[in-house]
T-cell receptor
Framework: NAGVTQTPKFQVLKTGQSMTLQCAQDMNHNSMYWYRQDPGMGLRLIYYSASEGTTDKGEVPNGYNVSRLNKREFSLRLESAAPSQTSVYFC??????????????FGDGTRLSIL | AQKITQTQPGMFVQEKEAVTLDCTYDTSDPSYGLFWYKQPSSGEMIFLIYQGSYDQQNATEGRYSLNFQKARKSANLVISASQLGDSAMYFCAMREGWAAGNKLTFGGGTRVLVKP
């Protein structure tokens, strides 16, 4: 009963290092998302993939790239990490909006600190 | 302008009492959905309840209910008979329209602490 799995759970980077956050879902969902959550704040959308083969920018895409590797996997890459990217990163997935009440299902998050 | 506003940064509630968490939203799209999520201290995001813009009745899910006032653009979450396990952050989120992607915009959250 895995749902959405994110790896790693914790990571510390130095400024300028690169890193890829991995996300996989086993619910056969079409759409996947990456959010960041800064302390005391709500989630903000970084990038999303409405379906396999497509990706689009969200509210805060600068400094990030994404890859929808296949239907299951959606990765987030920081090419040159900056302290402002210290945050908790959440991956989510959902079915295509055929039913209005379709929620997004979230992974447990990746806590990323950049020194 | 903020699309989702949660004006209560934190609240205390006595165990077994009800608590109302405020959420106001701003959209010009007639088709939208409102979601509430719970985030306990362990960090995961748990879906609680949904209200659609065309729904005629307020949504209910167990001890959770929505006080949906469309004209006022508010969708307040009511938790009845609070339990210690309800202590968490609560986020209101909105999906606008039916375009592919089902993107959500989140409010800043309300922290609830249930006192025994």
């Amino acid at each position: 009963n895995a749902g959405v799995t994110q790896t790693p759970k914790f990571q510390v980077l130095k400024t300028g290092q690169s890193m890829t956050l991995q996300c996989a879902q086993d619910m056969n969902h079409n759409s996947m998302y990456w959010y960041r959550q800064d302390p005391g704040m709500g989630l903000r959308l970084i990038y999303y993939s409405a379906s396999e083969g497509t990706t689009d920018k969200g509210e805060v895409p600068n400094g990030y790239n994404v890859s929808r590797l296949n239907k299951r996997e959606f990765s987030l890459r920081l090419e040159s990490a900056a302290p402002s990217q210290t945050s908790v990163y959440f991956c989510a997935s959902s079915e295509v909006v055929r039913r209005a009440n379709q929620p997004q299902h979230f992974g447990d998050g990746t806590r990323l600190s950049i020194l | 302008a903020q699309k989702i506003t949660q004006t209560q940064p934190g609240m205390f509630v006595q165990e077994k009492e009800a608590v109302t968490l405020d959420c106001t939203y701003d959209t010009s799209d007639p088709s939208y959905g409102l979601f509430w999520y719970k985030q306990p201290s362990s960090g995961e995001m748990i879906f609680l309840i949904y209200q659609g813009s065309y729904d005629q009745q307020n949504a209910t899910e167990g001890r959770y209910s929505l006080n949906f006032q469309k004209a006022r653009k508010s969708a307040n979450l009511v938790i009845s008979a609070s339990q210690l396990g309800d202590s968490a952050m609560y986020f209101c989120a909105m999906r606008e329209g039916w375009a592919a992607g089902n993107k959500l915009t989140f409010g800043g959250g309300t922290r609830v602490l249930v006192k025994p």
